[in-house]
């Protein structure tokens, strides 16, 4: 029998016919540290699943979430909506015309009426939407076609505009001022609602301050020069090429409310995550005395600038009222009444497989 000796030199890679430190023969040891770290002795804890601590807590999310769920559904389904698609596809469209003869180089707008009527009234205000199928605005080159220092309001970008907006960058030899395909894109349809009522037209007053973020309104978007005189502060710059006006003229009435500070502009330069999306048009103010927008006959005039055609796209208006929890959403709800049914159920599953088995091991004769 051959016998072996052991050196704790050899382990650490040390040789005992090496020589000495820094001899020529020596060879670096691999072995790691001696340290908690890397010699995986940190402390740990490792839970132990029992019957005792996991069908408790399949009970308790349970009975949690399915009444958040029961809730978040209910307050979701209380949420008012009505939407009106306006594509004007099909031939009994009151915008089919529209629709079929309408381009991005038509210089004459077209106007179509859709009648539609409100079985429920509305109360408490009224969020009024736009909304696109079929437009991806999450395309990465179209996501950032932009440049958000011309938007703050820098004078070196407003005349020298970023790369990333080609080919939307320049026009005739001027920069274009917004700059880039989502400015380019900016959705332009004018929407106008009346109610009808014992043969009069009333017009529907529409709140257009206050659809944007405050973050974008203050802070991310800025006049070049200030909101004084947005004509020169502009001049030597181009519109975009899709738009029929330029950027000084968004709304010359309200100066708080034009060139890169538009609402409407600001909300469509917050790009959607998916292709069918909707973005805040105007804001019905709540009525102390009736109901924000009363049951009954009602008329959206749509100045039809905005073809869809090209990329198969649809165009609809939403009505709707808002909650604690905000637009009408039923997946949270559903989502958590499906969870908490599921743990649910599982506890009572294991709960059943725990007490049979259990009881049948206790009285188990185990033989020596």
């Known amino acids: 029998m051959m016998a072996s000796g052991y050196n704790a030199k050899e382990e650490d890679g040390h040789h005992s016919g090496a020589p000495g430190n820094g001899g020529a023969g020596a060879v670096k040891s691999k072995k790691p540290d001696n340290t908690a770290f890397k010699q995986q002795r940190l402390p740990a804890w490792q839970p132990i699943l029992t019957a005792g601590t996991v069908l408790p807590?399949?009970?308790?999310?349970?009975?949690?979430?399915?009444?958040?769920?029961?809730?978040?559904?209910v307050t979701s389904n209380n949420i008012k909506e009505f939407e009106i698609d306006y594509t004007g596809i099909e031939a009994s469209s009151p915008c089919y015309n529209c629709a079929q003869n309408y381009?991005?180089?038509s210089t004459s707008s077209c106007t179509c009426k859709v009648p539609f009527t409100l079985e429920q009234p509305f109360e408490s205000n009224v969020f009024m939407y736009y909304g696109l199928s079929n437009f991806y605005q999450n395309h990465r080159r179209y996501v950032k076609s932009r440049d958000d220092s011309q938007l703050n309001g820098d004078l070196t970008s407003l005349k020298s505009?970023?790369?990333?907006?080609?080919?939307?960058?320049?026009?005739?030899?001027?920069?274009?001022?917004?700059?880039?395909?989502?400015?380019?894109?900016?959705f332009n349809d004018t929407l106008e609602l009346y109610h009808l009522s014992n043969g009069t037209r009333t017009a529907v007053v529409l709140m257009k301050k206050g659809i944007a973020w405050w973050t974008d309104k203050h802070v991310k978007f800025r006049n070049p020069g200030g909101n004084d005189n947005l004509?020169?502060?502009f001049q030597g710059t181009s519109k975009p090429v899709n738009w029929k006006t330029p950027v000084f003229e968004l709304d010359?009435?309200?100066?708080?409310?034009?060139?890169?500070?538009?609402?409407?502009?600001?909300v469509w330069m917050r790009t959607a995550a998916l292709p069918t999306f909707r973005k805040l048009y105007r804001i019905i103010?709540?009525?102390?005395?009736?109901?924000?927008?009363a049951s009954g006959k009602y008329e959206l005039e749509v100045s039809y600038n905005y073809p869809v055609r090209s990329f198969d796209g649809r165009k609809r208006v939403i009505l709707s009222t808002i909650s604690w929890m905000g637009g009408k959403n039923p997946f949270l709800g559903i989502a958590y009444i499906t969870v908490g049914s599921v743990c649910f159920f599982l506890a009572v599953v294991l709960l059943i497989i725990h007490h049979k088995y259990d009881n049948?091991?206790?009285s188990a004769d185990i033989p020596n």
């Open 57 to 73: 807590a399949f009970f308790v999310i349970g009975l949690i979430f399915i009444p958040i769920g029961i809730g978040l559904f």
């Open 360 to 362: 049948r091991c206790s």
């Open 231 to 233: 004509t020169l502060a």
């Open 161 to 186: 505009p970023s790369k990333e907006c080609d080919p939307y960058r320049t026009s005739d030899g001027l920069p274009i001022a917004p700059c880039g395909a989502i400015a380019n894109s900016l």
């Open 252 to 266: 010359p009435n309200d100066p708080d409310n034009n060139g890169f500070i538009n609402e409407d502009f600001i």
């Open 285 to 293: 103010q709540k009525k102390v005395d009736a109901p924000t927008l």
């Open 103 to 105: 381009s991005w180089n």
